[in-house]
Antibody, heavy 117, light 112 residues
Framework: EVQLVESGGGLVQPGGSLRLSCEASGFTLINHWMHWVRQAPGKGLVWVSFINNDGSRTIYADSVKGRFTLSRDNAKNMVYLQMDSLRAEDTAVYYCVRDDKLSFDVWGQGTMVSVSS | QSALTQPPSASGSPGQSVTISCTGT?????????VSWYQHHPGKAPKLMIY???KRPSGVPDRFSGSKSGNTASLTVSGLQAEDEADYYC????????????FGTGTKVTVL
């Protein structure tokens, strides 16, 4: 079964850091670009970040640029989102998402990140 | 990059059809045939319903169809069923190195 499982969410103080992990199974990770998408409470889906097949290229939304770092380890079937200098507005459910034909065809269940003092 | 514009809500009775619009610009929806649609039941993972404007992934009922004209894409759900009640989001590839993907604002579909 094709699956993405996120972990690493939790409660963190403003200015703090978290590292989200995404474990892929049921498919060959290196064959796909990967993304993170987030949804703040009561709000819509927002694209956050992209990484290409071998991790040599990443792109970030302006709202997280310079604070978030996306990486991947294809040998371990893992994708990571390092989130630093967290702000209250980063509070959201974060989804790890697989890209296929420039659409998001497989989604994880999401992990909640809460930034609050 | 601004979000694509969707109506906040849409509704229909069981068996009826509902169409959701998704308006972008000549830099995203109008420029590429990479519009996709997602169904999202709260608390669950979003699900891909349409990709490349009008193609359905395996397992998605043919009651769901997509189209595009100019800068506006549309999702039509025919023969509404209770389980179709959900939030729906469009997404378009925007081709920009700075912000390559943009979602719509979301539409809550209610089955009356």
């Amino acid at each position: 079964e094709v699956q993405l499982v996120e972990s690493g969410g939790g409660l963190v103080q403003p200015g703090g850091s978290l590292r989200l992990s995404c474990e892929a199974s049921g498919f060959t990770l290196i064959n796909h670009w990967m993304h993170w998408v987030r949804q703040a409470p009561g709000k819509g889906l927002v694209w956050v970040s992209f990484i290409n097949n071998d991790g040599s290229r990443t792109i970030y939304a302006d709202s997280v640029k310079g604070r978030f770092t996306l990486s991947r380890d294809n040998a371990k079937n893992m994708v990571y989102l390092q989130m630093d200098s967290l702000r209250a507005e980063d509070t959201a459910v974060y989804y790890c998402v697989r890209d296929d034909k420039l659409s998001f065809d497989v989604w994880g269940q999401g992990t909640m990140v809460s930034v609050s003092s | 990059q601004s979000a694509l514009t969707q109506p906040p809500s849409a509704s229909g009775s069981p068996g009826q059809s509902v169409t959701i619009s998704c308006t972008g610009t000549s830099s995203d929806v109008g420029a590429y045939n990479y519009v996709s649609w997602y169904q999202h039941h709260p608390g669950k993972a979003p699900k891909l319903m349409i990709y490349e404007v009008s193609k359905r992934p395996s397992g998605v009922p043919d009651r769901f169809s997509g189209s595009k004209s100019g800068n506006t894409a549309s999702l039509t759900v025919s023969g509404l069923q209770a389980e179709d009640e959900a939030d729906y989001y469009c997404n378009s590839y925007a081709g920009s190195n700075n912000f390559p993907y943009v979602f719509g604002t979301g539409t809550k579909v209610t089955v009356l």
